[in-house]
């Protein structure tokens, strides 16, 4: 991992667990009783999600471009994205510019022979589930990249969704959030006709980091303190100084939100973006781990170096909430709240293409500044991001953006002026 802060992962993981748990039980004190409470709270959560699906109302709250620009989102919707976590931002680029990003990117791909030269890693980050043809393409450099990235309109999405954070708490502040950094990510191109097994439901931003480390068990203070009622998702106390275990699925960043950017048109049932829109699952994921019927040396199954996975097993009371996004066009986004469950559908004979840019938004702070600085660093040869295996495809490629594709603001995420 170059150019990012990480912790050792401990050389005893069994033990560590064990004492981990050993010390957050005590803290919590009765943790059956509480695990109890949260488990009510989060019945009456899904059945809620449920019923609104059932009725054909929307789960996912959709606002227009134009009113996050103006200001004017209204408040049932700002109330909408704060209990659910998701948002779709429609039309935060035009239709035209995101399909002529989509043909750019193809054009990018084929004059540098990527189909022909690529070839499959398994990085472990799903258990072991790499495809022969990617339908994640480890690019990150293109012109359309940088040009979504550093866009003005990009700009006023991510502080809209930067402003549901408290970003001020316990006497400190701990991030900017009218100022973004850059967090470079890849792109997804899945073909039509292709079939895809999708991905199981799990959590990013760390796994068994977030029973572990000193820092997320203050962003977690009240849950493991036994008031978990306080717990609030949207506080950023905390969050700013965690560094995961190195590995390669571990996020440098404090990603307020992860999202992508459409490239194409999507329907719900064509293998998209799930998520279980509750953000305070969380507090009961983390104390589920600690029931009695889980072996002492074991977080639900939580392995560093894997996304933190969900099932069926231990969190069956969360994943009837699982819900696709609505449909979406080319210039729409998508965005989920860095803690999120979510999981990608399954689908076979894909109709169309199934595009995307992963933008998320990384707002400015020192973490996030010291790990886009790398990335700048990294984009000066065209080297994969510190974040993923590297695979450095582009080094040599043609037509990769270059300094001067850059404005102010994207120097500025960089971390280049």
């Not at 600085?373 to 450095?392: I, W």
Request: glycine letters at 8%; charged letters at 20%.
């Amino acid at each position: 991992m170059h150019g990012s802060a990480t912790t050792a992962v401990p050389a005893d993981a069994g033990a560590a667990i064990r004492e981990a748990k050993a010390q957050l039980r005590a803290r919590i004190g009765d943790a059956k009783a509480v695990i109890a409470e949260v488990e009510e709270s989060m019945r009456a959560e899904v059945a809620s999600v449920v019923a609104a699906r059932e009725a054909g109302r929307p789960v996912w709250p959709v606002v227009d471009f134009g009113d996050v620009a103006a200001c004017t989102v209204p408040a049932d919707a700002v109330e909408a994205i704060r209990r659910r976590g998701c948002a779709v931002v429609r039309a935060t680029f035009p239709r035209g510019q995101a399909e002529g990003w989509d043909a750019a990117l193809a054009r990018y791909t084929e004059e540098n022979r990527f189909a022909e030269t690529y070839r499959a890693i398994d990085d472990g980050v799903f258990g072991g589930l790499a495809a022969g043809k990617p339908s994640i393409y480890p690019i990150y450099w293109s012109l359309p990249q940088m040009q979504a990235r550093q866009d003005d309109r990009m700009s006023a999405v991510r502080r809209f969704l930067n402003s549901f954070w408290k970003h001020e708490s316990q006497g400190r502040v701990w991030f900017d959030p009218g100022r973004d950094t850059a967090y470079p990510d890849r792109v997804r191109r899945r073909a039509p006709g292709a079939n895809s097994g999708g991905l199981s439901p799990h959590t990013d931003s760390g796994s068994v980091e977030r029973w572990l480390l000193p820092a997320y068990q203050s962003v977690f203070r009240h849950v493991y303190s036994g008031n978990w009622s306080e717990y609030d998702p949207w506080d950023g106390a905390y969050r700013t100084e965690v560094h995961e275990f190195a590995s390669t699925v571990m996020c440098s960043a404090f990603r307020s939100f992860q999202g992508w950017t459409a490239l194409s048109d999507m329907t719900p049932d064509q293998g998209v973006l799930h998520t279980v829109p509750i953000p305070s699952a969380m507090a009961y994921l983390l104390l589920r781990a600690l029931q009695d019927d889980v072996a002492d040396d074991d977080l639900c199954g939580a392995v560093n170096g894997q996304a933190l996975a969900v099932t069926d097993r231990h969190h069956a009371v969360l994943l009837p909430a699982l819900t696709p996004i609505p449909a979406v066009g080319p210039g729409d986004t998508v965005w989920w709240h860095a803690d999120l469950i979510h999981s990608v559908g399954a689908v076979t004979g894909q109709r169309g293409w199934a595009n995307v840019m992963y933008i998320p938004a990384a707002p400015y702070c020192e973490k996030n500044a010291a790990y886009a600085r790398a990335c700048g660093q990294a984009f000066l040869t065209g080297a994969s991001p510190g974040d993923f295996a590297a695979e450095d495809y582009e080094t040599g490629w043609t037509g990769r953006a270059t300094v001067d594709d850059l404005s102010e603001t994207g120097l500025k995420q960089l971390g280049l002026q």
